[in-house]
Structures are given as C-alpha cells and as structure tokens.
C-alpha cells in the first residue's frame, strides 16, 4: 500500500527553523519525485519544492529559494524539507506527494498539486510571535 506520512510541525517564531519530514512506504523513492505542498486557510494548495531521486532535479517556488533545502534519504526512504528564516507567510499546513520519475522546473507545473498524489495527511506549521 503506497502511503506518504508527514511529520515535524510546529509552531516557530519568525527567523526560525522546521525540518519537516516525508516518509514513504510501499514504493521506493529511487524511481519517483516527492514534492511538498502547503496549503494555508481560504488559499490553494501551493508546490513549494521537488526533489528526484532517479535524475537529481530538484525545484524550489520562488518564495522559498535561499531559505528552504530538500534532501532525501533513500536508505530511510524519507524525504526532509529544512524550512530556514521561516516567515508568518509561511504558516501553512505542509503535504507531501508522489509524483513522476522527474521534478519539472516550471512552476505551473506545481499551481495545482494535480501532476501528483497519494497525499499524506498534513503537518501544520505556524510562525508567530
């Protein structure tokens, strides 16, 4: 059964810093991209960043570049997004989902969330003081 679990939420003030983490099951991450989604009250789902095990590709939202960095551990079947300078912007509920062999570099292709699935449940991450 492919299932994707997400983890390490909370609440931060802002400058600070998350890791969240995406564990995977079912399936191997060596032969499909796992991107993060975040989804904050009255907006749409928004695709932060990719990363692709099978060619290395990675994309980052521009909203994020510089602070945010994905990584996956394939031995651990588990991928990270360390959230640094985290912004009140930033608080959102954080999804991970599986998607094709490859992340794409456009950002259309992550308006949506629509090119991916087998969503997790979500971790919330607020920023505040």
């Known amino acids: 059964q492919v299932q994707l679990v997400e983890s390490g939420g909370g609440l931060v003030q802002p400058g600070g810093s998350l890791r969240l983490s995406c564990a995977a099951s079912?399936?191997?991450?060596?032969?499909?991209?796992i991107a993060w989604f975040r989804q904050a009250p009255g907006k749409q789902r928004e695709g932060v960043s990719c990363?692709?095990?099978?060619?290395?590709?990675?994309y980052y939202a521009d909203s994020v570049k510089g602070r945010f960095a994905i990584s996956v551990d394939n031995a651990k079947n588990t991928v990270y997004l360390q959230m640094n300078s985290l912004k009140p912007e930033d608080t959102a509920v954080y999804y991970c989902?599986?998607?094709?062999?490859?992340?794409?570099?456009?950002?259309?292709?992550?308006?949506?969330?629509?090119?991916?699935?087998?969503w997790g449940q979500g971790t919330q991450v607020t920023v505040s003081s």
């Open positions: 989902g599986r998607g094709g062999m490859v992340c794409e570099r456009s950002a259309s292709y992550y308006y949506t969330g629509a090119y991916f699935g087998s």
């Open positions: 079912g399936f191997t991450l060596d032969y499909y991209a």
């Open positions: 990363i692709a095990s099978s060619d290395g590709s990675t």
